[in-house]
């Protein structure tokens, strides 16, 4: 029998950090993605966290297009989104024009995935956990389970195109004395390969359509 798995995605990170410059990346299956990814456990949940993004006149149809995304991954089972919220912050430029400005901030999406992963290895949901992100603020919860949860297998992939990959860490655990915590770049080869048809079936037998501004898959680069 194969182990269980579930998978927590931090959606922003993984946006910026990859989707941003590949918008034809975007409307990518990520249940056959981690399917093809982890081929020897069993993937009892796929979790998407995020949030919904807040339309701007240079951008005005950015919320349509991500809910269009996530009314596809609603039809896979086995995946959830968990979403928090942006919330707009006023902030002061340290410049000479000394101007304020105001830009939306996400929030509760740390907190989240922290939520889900202590309930889940709590309530012994899988036998390992593959999380995908690259913000430090999930340490504390791997670390906590890297600690507690000794049976529990856990996998960081951080979300890093080729190019960038240079200037991030992957020893940090290692350093730290977590060694049975394996952190690596997510590996992109597959990304073009998983995405959904431009039509998706919904459960009321309508229709989402792939937004016409994310082209056609391309390769992937080697990661």
């Not at 993605?33 to 701007?56: G, W």
């Not at 912050?89 to 101007?99: G, M, N, P, Y």
């Not at 990959?165 to 940090?172: E, I, P, V």
Request: charged letters at 25%; hydrophobic letters at 40%; one cysteine or more.
């Amino acid at each position: 029998m194969k182990p269980r798995l579930i998978v927590y995605i931090d959606g922003y990170n993984w946006y910026h950090a990859i989707c941003k410059s590949h918008p034809e990346w975007k409307w990518l299956n990520i249940s056959a993605f981690f399917r093809a990814l982890r081929p020897h456990e069993e993937i009892v949940a796929v979790k998407m966290f995020s949030a919904l993004v807040v339309p701007t006149a240079e951008d005005p149809t950015a919320r349509q297009r991500q809910e269009r995304y996530f009314k596809a991954l609603r039809t896979l089972p086995g995946v959830e989104i968990i979403l928090g919220a942006f919330q707009p912050r006023e902030v002061q430029c340290r410049a000479t024009c000394l101007q304020r400005y105001t830009f939306q901030e996400e929030k509760k999406t740390d907190v989240n995935i922290a939520v889900e992963l202590l309930s889940d290895a709590f309530n012994n949901r899988s036998d390992a956990i593959c999380v995908v992100s690259g913000d430090s603020d999930v340490q504390p919860a791997i670390e906590w389970l890297a600690r507690n949860k000794p049976d529990l297998r856990i996998y960081l992939y951080i979300p890093s195109l080729p190019a960038d990959q240079a200037a991030r860490r992957l020893d940090y655990f290692k350093t730290k004395g977590y060694s049975k915590v394996s952190c690596s770049f997510l590996p992109l080869e597959g990304i073009s390969q998983h995405q959904f048809r431009n039509l998706v079936t919904l459960a009321d037998k309508t229709f989402v359509v792939r937004p016409h501004t994310w082209a056609a898959p391309t390769q992937a680069p080697n990661a």
